[in-house]
């Protein structure tokens, strides 16, 4: 059965880094096609793609995001990691880590949100 | 970026009825496109993938299509549990890109 849940720091002021975890089970990121994606959901609004990492170690990131993005992973353990530095109220969302293989993603975890606020 | 543009924005349809989603893609992306559910408070469930392909679980009353740049989301026989946003994915090129979402109401 594969699970993915998303942990992290729930408030933070504007101008920290935010850091993220994907705990999973049920797959693994050293399975090739296997990659895990970081999506975020402002409130009431529209999907967005930050990042993925793949069994390869390959990344992708979103550009819009200007280099404040990285992820990487911890095989071993089963865990995928995102961190965003310099957030300010925009990053306010409720984020999610999801499964892909070979194909899409699959398997999303619940998400966790995320507030940033003075 | 690929600029996925889905309308319509909002629909509202009785039970029973038949509706149709579109995502029309600003370059190609080939069959790299999926579709997913979302309810209230939950995360998004993949319910199309590869453009045509319905995801395991998933009704058959669901299906996908695609001519040229333009992919399609058809729901028949529509039921109360299919109300909720849909979105379209593109996932051809990072940065892999949604559509801005369609909300189903079921009248």
């Known amino acids: 059965q594969v699970t993915l849940k998303e942990s992290g720091t729930g408030i933070l002021q504007p101008s920290q880094a935010l850091s993220l975890t994907c705990s999973f089970s049920g797959f693994s990121l050293s399975t090739t096609g296997i990659c895990v994606s970081w999506i975020r959901q402002p409130s009431g609004k529209g999907l967005e793609w930050l990042a993925d990492?793949?069994?390869?170690?390959?990344?992708g990131y979103n550009p819009s995001l200007k280099n404040r993005l990285s992820i990487s992973k911890d095989t071993s353990n089963n865990q995928a990691f995102l961190k965003i530095t310099s957030v300010d109220t925009a990053d306010t969302a409720t984020y999610y880590c999801?499964?892909?293989?070979?194909?899409?993603?699959?398997?999303w975890g619940q998400g966790v949100m995320v507030t940033v606020s003075s | 970026d690929i600029q996925m543009t889905q309308s319509p924005s909002s629909m509202s349809a009785s039970l029973g009825d038949t509706v149709t989603i579109t995502c029309l893609a600003s370059?190609?992306?080939?069959?790299?496109l999926s579709w997913y559910q979302q309810k209230p408070g939950k995360s998004p469930k993949l319910m199309i993938y590869g453009a045509t392909n319905l995801e395991d679980g998933v009704p058959s009353r669901f299906s996908g299509s695609r001519s040229g740049s333009d992919y399609s989301l058809t729901i028949n026989s529509l039921g109360y549990d299919d109300e909720g946003i849909y979105h379209c994915h593109q996932y051809y090129e990072y940065p892999f890109t949604f559509g801005s979402g369609t909300k189903l109401e079921i009248k």
């Open positions: 999801a499964r892909g293989y070979y194909s899409s993603s699959d398997y």
């Open positions: 990492i793949c069994w390869d170690d390959g990344k």
């Open positions: 370059q190609d992306i080939g069959n790299y």
